[in-house]
């Protein structure tokens, strides 16, 4: 089917840089300008992925549709999404999308609690190293390995000749280590 220029609609995705999850499915004639409007008028979960410094990356799905088959298509895309566990932003009560966003909003606070004992800075490091540790190995292997950790170098401090305190994000990143991950300096979770 031919479709003139003037006709043509684009399927595309904007995905989470963070989590690499796609987060909206839309269409557009004109994606490029649609990606802009999505950035200026910043709907909550992208201010907060700008608030970063990051931006999220917009992937076109299909194109060179007419608008029947443009609405149909975007319908299969955020089906598809949905499927995947991707937490959609299309629909303001997408269930997936607002029990996510709780879950990681309750574990950040209760992350600050438990953490609250250390200096604001590194208290900030290890809530986000922890996040991140969760995100890459699970919440189960990341608390095991590092309660392990934090109580194995509190043995050590307690014997004579440690060279130095050895900080809680020092053990965070011991245990992304040994699990094959790397925290970089200034890394957000």
């Given at each position: 089917?031919?479709?003139?220029?003037?006709?043509?609609?684009?399927?595309?995705?904007?995905?989470?840089?963070?989590?690499?999850?796609?987060?909206?499915?839309?269409?557009?004639?004109?994606?490029?300008?649609?990606?802009?409007?999505?950035?200026?008028?910043?709907?909550?979960?992208?201010?907060?992925?700008?608030?970063?410094?990051?931006?999220?990356?917009?992937?076109?799905?299909?194109?060179?549709l007419n608008s029947e088959e443009a609405g149909k298509r975007e319908e299969y895309w955020i089906?598809?999404?949905?499927?995947?566990?991707?937490?959609?932003?299309?629909?303001?009560?997408?269930?997936?999308?607002?029990?996510?966003?709780?879950?990681?909003?309750?574990?950040?606070?209760?992350?600050?609690?438990?953490?609250?004992?250390?200096?604001?800075?590194?208290?900030?490091?290890?809530?986000?190293?922890?996040?991140?540790?969760?995100?890459?190995?699970?919440?189960?292997?990341?608390?095991?390995?590092?309660?392990?950790?934090?109580?194995?170098?509190?043995?050590?401090?307690?014997?004579?000749?440690?060279?130095?305190?050895?900080?809680?994000?020092?053990?965070?990143?011991?245990?992304?280590?040994?699990y094959g991950e790397k925290w970089e300096e200034g890394e957000q979770g």
């Open positions: 089917m031919s479709v003139s220029v003037d006709q043509a609609h684009a399927i595309y995705a904007l995905v989470d840089p963070e989590t690499q999850k796609v987060r909206y499915i839309g269409k557009s004639k004109q994606p490029e300008e649609r990606y802009r409007q999505h950035i200026r008028k910043a709907p909550a979960w992208i201010k907060e992925i700008l608030e970063k410094g990051l931006k999220p990356e917009q992937i076109i799905l299909e194109s060179g089906r598809w999404y949905e499927s995947k566990n991707n937490p959609l932003e299309n629909f303001q009560y997408n269930e997936y999308a607002l029990r996510e966003r709780d879950e990681a909003r309750e574990l950040h606070e209760r992350l600050v609690a438990e953490f609250s004992y250390l200096p604001e800075e590194e208290m900030h490091q290890v809530v986000a190293m922890t996040e991140y540790g969760y995100e890459c190995v699970g919440a189960c292997a990341w608390e095991s390995a590092f309660q392990v950790a934090r109580y194995t170098v509190k043995m050590l401090e307690k014997s004579p000749g440690l060279p130095r305190r050895i900080s809680e994000p020092e053990i965070a990143g011991l245990v992304l280590q040994m």
